[in-house]
């Protein structure tokens, strides 16, 4: 046992370890990462000893070990890519939708060129980066006008401040739903200075609600898509339609929050109706907000359209400075649209579409691509099987949907379920899956045929490497 003093006398220099490291790892790693890394590492040690956590003096090869892994992790990048065996399709946590491959390259042009962002070709003269998508997503939606802002949240705030500010907003109690990322519609409008007004019970409002609370300080109605909460049993709502005349009568807009937004009627295959864009403004709607990277399956983005008048008045907010999309998003959710066209195309190139209506015979297909090349491979340490399962659609759509799916059933035999899990979430390539029943899935719904040998073979290495539990 040696004493504190000693310890701490026997601690490394920085300048030799720096030194030294660089030796070892070369011109690659930026001398200010080794530096701090040394510093921190040392200093961690210091603390160790002060506390008499470590009464033993670490030897050479240990603080080498312990610099490089710290490196090693600084060096790290931290926003990667990784692969979504969840099944989740619209998986917020994991990116949302993915773009396709029009899209992806629409985002380096607009990354490595300069645009005509703000520019417009045909006069010269200083363009508006809205009207680069505008008309497309009228011709789509059949709406008037159109504006788009940085996401569906700035959407509604946007609106509900310049159309209702210091007024009163009525919305149906069964209506007033919190979307997740702490998005509450009540505090959205109280943020936008507008006055709350609820009606209804939370299962069941009327159109006498609505009639009933509309004052001389009314100025809006407000119908907002529960997306991932549903009232079942004894409900009822009022219809778009019946609202848009009730409007009317009173001279007040009615505005909806349509939340994911779909362009398609999916019901044609197989899932549940969903009332698409285009019917909400066939109903009357005077303005709609919808997500970008939601059901419509592109960039991040918060689609407002509507009529004209309306939208006119959106648009001279100085606030939309503020919630602007920039030119990644607009490069991106241009080639999104224009897919919009033909709906066979959408559902072909745009991925949230093509996993949604995948159908299960597909997916089991990927599975045994996968399950062919590592089960042998593996078996010694792990059971691998193909399981039927179900995959959810994800971003507050069709909560309780339950899409047919396969997945890659896996149980290590040393390695218990948690500690797998975890291990494959680190990895450089990181596998997100999830433990069910005591079984680690991989849903093969949202894995790309393109990952299919990057799985098999990060699968295959990791049980190849002897690994501690
Ligand atoms: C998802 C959602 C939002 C928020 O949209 P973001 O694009 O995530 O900002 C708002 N309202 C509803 C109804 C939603 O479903």
Known sequence: MENTKQLLRNLPKVD??????????????????????????????RQKILFAQHDTTM?????MDFFLAEIERKNRVNFRRVINGTGVVIHTNLGRSLLSEKATNALAQAGGYYSNLEFNLDTGKRGSRYSLVEKLICDL??????????????????VLETLARGTEVIVSRGQLVEIGGSFRIPDVMTK????????????RTHLFDYENAISPETSLLLRVHTSN????????????????????????????????GCLVDLSKFGLPREPTVQEIVKAGVDVVTFSGDKLLGGPQAGIIIGKRDVIDRVKKNPLNRALRIDKFTLA????ILRDYYDTECALKNIPTLAMLTCTSEVIKKRGYKVLRKIKKEIEAKCHSCLVSTVSRVGGGAMPEYSLDSWALALKPLELGLNAFESALRRLPLPLI????????LVDFRTVQDRELSELSVLLI???RVERAV
Do not use: Y
């Open 141 to 158: 939606t059949g709406a008037e006008a159109a504006l788009v802002v940085n996401n569906n949240a700035a959407a509604v705030f946007l």
């Open 461 to 463: 290495d990791f049980f």
């Open 229 to 260: 909460f549903r009232l079942i049993g004894f409900t009822s709502e009022v219809s778009a339609e019946e609202m848009v005349v009730l409007a009317r009568k009173h001279g007040l807009i009615v505005m909806e929050d349509l939340g994911s």
């Open 59 to 63: 030897s050479n090869a240990d603080w």
């Open 192 to 203: 936008s200075g507008a006055r709350l007004v609820e009606v209804g019970a939370t299962n």
């Open 433 to 440: 899956g999830r433990i069910e029943n005591d079984i680690f």
């Open 332 to 335: 991106s959710l241009e080639m």
């Open 16 to 45: 030799e370890c720096i030194t030294q490291i660089e030796n070892f790892v070369g011109p690659e790693v930026p001398t200010a990462i080794i530096k701090q890394v040394v510093q921190e590492c040392i200093e961690t040690e």
